[in-house]
C-alpha cells in the first residue's frame, strides 16, 4: 500500500524523526521482491524530499552490491546491510568489501542480528573500510556491545535497536536508537529521546515506562508476533 506509506513516512518527517529508513525489519525486508523493494524505496525518497536523510535497507546477499548501486542512484543517503538468519561474519565482511569498492559513493551501516554479533573480528574487519560509518545493534546482549564500544567508540554511529534498552544502551555509549515506535508514534519516541539526549534519565525512564516496556514484553511473549504487534499499531 503505496498511499499508506507515503503518509507514514509524512507522519514520521513531521514529527521530527532525524534519519527515514527504507524497508527495515518491520517491513520484512526478506518477504519483498525486487520490484517490491525498489519502489518503496523510490517512494520513501520521493515522500521525504529531502528534509531528512533516507537510508535504504539492504540484504546481505548476491544482490547486495547491484541493491546498494541502485538505492544511491534512487537518492538515498546511505544503505543499512541486513543480514539474514544464516549469514556468516565472512559473508558480511566480503559483501561490505565488495559494496566499498563497486559502489564508492554508498555510506554504509551494518546491522549486527542473529547470527552476526558484534565481535571483535567483525568490527576490526569493518573499521578497516572507510565507507563503514556505523553499527546498528540488534541482539539485547549488553557484555557485547560495551565491549565494541569500548574498542571502537569513535570509529562508527552506534545505533541501538531496541527501545526497552534505551537507557543502559544510551549509558554505554549508543549514539542513535532506530526504535520500532517510530513506526506509529514519532511523538512517543521523541518525547522519550529528548530528556534522554540532555541528560535527564529520570524523565525518559518515566516515558518509557508509560508504553515501550508492556510493547517488549508483548512482542516477546510468544515465537514470531514481534512484527504483527508494530503493524497492528500501525
Same mark, same amino acid.
Given at each position: 500500500d503505496?498511499?499508506?506509506?507515503?503518509?507514514?513516512?509524512?507522519?514520521?518527517?513531521?514529527?521530527?524523526?532525524?534519519?527515514?529508513c527504507?524497508?527495515?525489519?518491520?517491513?520484512?525486508?526478506?518477504?519483498?521482491?525486487h520490484?517490491?523493494?525498489?519502489r518503496?524505496?523510490?517512494l @520513501?525518497?520521493?515522500?521525504v524530499?529531502?528534509?531528512?536523510? @533516507?537510508?535504504?535497507?539492504?540484504?546481505?546477499d548476491?544482490?547486495?552490491?547491484?541493491?546498494?548501486?541502485?538505492?544511491?542512484?534512487?537518492?538515498?543517503?546511505?544503505?543499512?546491510?541486513?543480514?539474514? *538468519?544464516?549469514?556468516?561474519?565472512?559473508e558480511?565482511?566480503?559483501?561490505?568489501r565488495?559494496?566499498?569498492?563497486?559502489?564508492?559513493?554508498a555510506?554504509?551501516?551494518?546491522?549486527?542480528?542473529?547470527?552476526v554479533?558484534?565481535?571483535?573480528?567483525?568490527?576490526?574487519?569493518?573499521?578497516?573500510?572507510?565507507?563503514?560509518?556505523? @553499527?546498528?545493534?540488534?541482539?539485547?546482549?549488553?557484555d557485547?556491545?560495551?565491549?565494541?564500544?569500548?574498542?571502537?567508540?569513535?570509529?562508527?554511529?552506534?545505533? *541501538?535497536?531496541?527501545?526497552e534498552?534505551a537507557?543502559? &544502551? &544510551?549509558?554505554?555509549?549508543a549514539d542513535?536508537?532506530?526504535?520500532v515506535?517510530?513506526?506509529y508514534?514519532?511523538a512517543?519516541?521523541?518525547?522519550w529521546?529528548?530528556?534522554?539526549?540532555?541528560?535527564?534519565?529520570?524523565?525518559?525512564?518515566?516515558?518509557?515506562?508509560?508504553h *515501550?516496556?508492556?510493547l517488549?514484553?508483548?512482542?516477546?511473549?510468544?515465537?514470531?508476533i514481534?512484527?504483527?504487534?508494530?503493524?497492528?499499531l500501525?
Amino acid at each position: 500500500d503505496l498511499d499508506a506509506l507515503a503518509v507514514g513516512v509524512e507522519v514520521q518527517v513531521t514529527a521530527g524523526v532525524d534519519v527515514i529508513c527504507a524497508c527495515g525489519s518491520i517491513a520484512q525486508l526478506e518477504s519483498l521482491s525486487h520490484s517490491e523493494w525498489s519502489r518503496c524505496t523510490t517512494l @520513501v525518497v520521493s515522500s521525504v524530499a529531502g528534509r531528512a536523510p @533516507v537510508v535504504a535497507t539492504v540484504a546481505c546477499d548476491g544482490r547486495s552490491v547491484a541493491h546498494s548501486e541502485e538505492a544511491m542512484a534512487l537518492g538515498a543517503t546511505a544503505i543499512l546491510l541486513h543480514p539474514r *538468519a544464516t549469514t556468516t561474519v565472512d559473508e558480511v565482511a566480503t559483501v561490505v568489501r565488495k559494496i566499498s569498492v563497486d559502489v564508492p559513493e554508498a555510506r554504509i551501516l551494518v546491522y549486527a542480528r542473529e547470527g552476526v554479533s558484534l565481535e571483535a573480528s567483525l568490527l576490526e574487519r569493518l573499521a578497516d573500510v572507510p565507507s563503514v560509518i556505523g @553499527v546498528k545493534d540488534g541482539q539485547r546482549n549488553a557484555d557485547r556491545f560495551r565491549r565494541a564500544i569500548a574498542a571502537h567508540a569513535e570509529r562508527f554511529i552506534w545505533v *541501538a535497536a531496541f527501545e526497552e534498552l534505551a537507557l543502559p &544502551w &544510551w549509558a554505554m555509549g549508543a549514539d542513535a536508537f532506530c526504535p520500532v515506535s517510530i513506526a506509529y508514534a514519532p511523538a512517543y519516541t521523541r518525547a522519550w529521546w529528548t530528556p534522554l539526549h540532555r541528560g535527564d534519565a529520570a524523565t525518559a525512564r518515566a516515558v518509557l515506562a508509560v508504553h *515501550a516496556y508492556d510493547l517488549a514484553d508483548l512482542r516477546r511473549s510468544r515465537p514470531n508476533i514481534g512484527v504483527s504487534a508494530v503493524k497492528e499499531l500501525m
